[in-house]
């Protein structure tokens, strides 16, 4: 069993929706939770991170973390043709330790 | 401010032979890692350097080395080139230390192909 999963997707939704993105993870030590974006052809870009459990918003974007259940999400709002790319979560014990990347969802919004 | 650098951005190679990929972290990043992405594996942690020491290891055979110099840059190596090493090789920078060092910015990647 992989420690983060994450459904390769792909997701299609129209433009403006609410897009809801998951992963879980088995490894309770994890204390540290980012969502990366990665266009076609280029490196992934952080867009939010998170310390332990709660939700924290940006713009457009919310991620929310819930530890009890090992669960993390990420909610991107009036969603945007521009906003097609792979979603990647990512998670971390302390913060000398390595990444743990999910294998990623791909995202298409339809205009 | 400049972005992280990799070089080269596109390489093909005999299966083998070896290869040596660069990066050039973000000016004042401590921090550099390395990850392979396949379609089928994902991104995968290779090594992390700080400060011109090794300071994690993924579970990735011998032939993959690394090391890291005084400027920060850093160098990854491998060896004896099998077709499965076919991948985008990325590197990520980071101050390293501190409460900043979760936010690790990619470079583009080198996309090396094994034939």
């Known amino acids: 069993q992989k420690e983060v999963e994450q459904d390769p997707g792909p997701l299609s939704v129209p433009e403006g929706a609410i897009v809801s993105l998951n992963c879980t993870y088995s490894?309770?030590?994890?204390?540290?939770f980012m969502w990366y974006r990665q266009y076609s052809r280029k490196g992934p870009e952080l867009l939010m991170y998170?310390?332990?459990?709660g939700n924290k918003e940006d713009g457009r974007f919310t991620a929310q973390v819930d530890k009890s259940s090992k669960y993390i999400s990420l909610f991107i709002r009036d969603s945007q043709p521009s906003d097609s790319a792979t979603y990647l979560c990512?998670?971390?014990?302390?913060?000398?330790?390595?990444?743990?990347f999910g294998s990623g969802t791909r995202l298409s919004i339809r205009p | 401010k400049a972005g992280v650098t990799q070089t080269p951005r596109y390489l093909i190679k005999t299966r083998g032979q070896q290869v040596t990929l660069s990066c050039s972290p973000i000016?004042?990043?401590?921090?550099v890692s390395w990850y392979q992405q396949t379609p089928g594996q994902g991104l995968q942690f290779l090594f992390e350097?700080?400060?011109?020491?090794?300071?994690n290891k993924g579970n990735f055979p011998g032939r993959f080395s690394g090391r890291q110099f005084s400027n920060s840059r850093s160098e990854m190596n491998v060896s004896t080139l099998e077709l499965g090493d076919s991948a985008l090789y990325l590197c990520?920078?980071?101050?390293?230390?501190?409460?900043?060092?979760?936010?690790?910015?990619f470079g583009q990647g080198t996309r090396l192909t094994v034939v």
């Open positions: 990520a920078s980071s101050l390293g230390q501190g409460i900043d060092y979760t936010e690790a910015f």
């Open positions: 490894n309770s030590a994890f204390q540290y």
């Open positions: 998170t310390y332990s459990s």
């Open positions: 990512a998670m971390k014990g302390s913060s000398a330790s390595k990444i743990i």
């Open positions: 000016s004042g990043h401590r921090s």
């Open positions: 350097y700080f400060s011109e020491t090794q300071r």
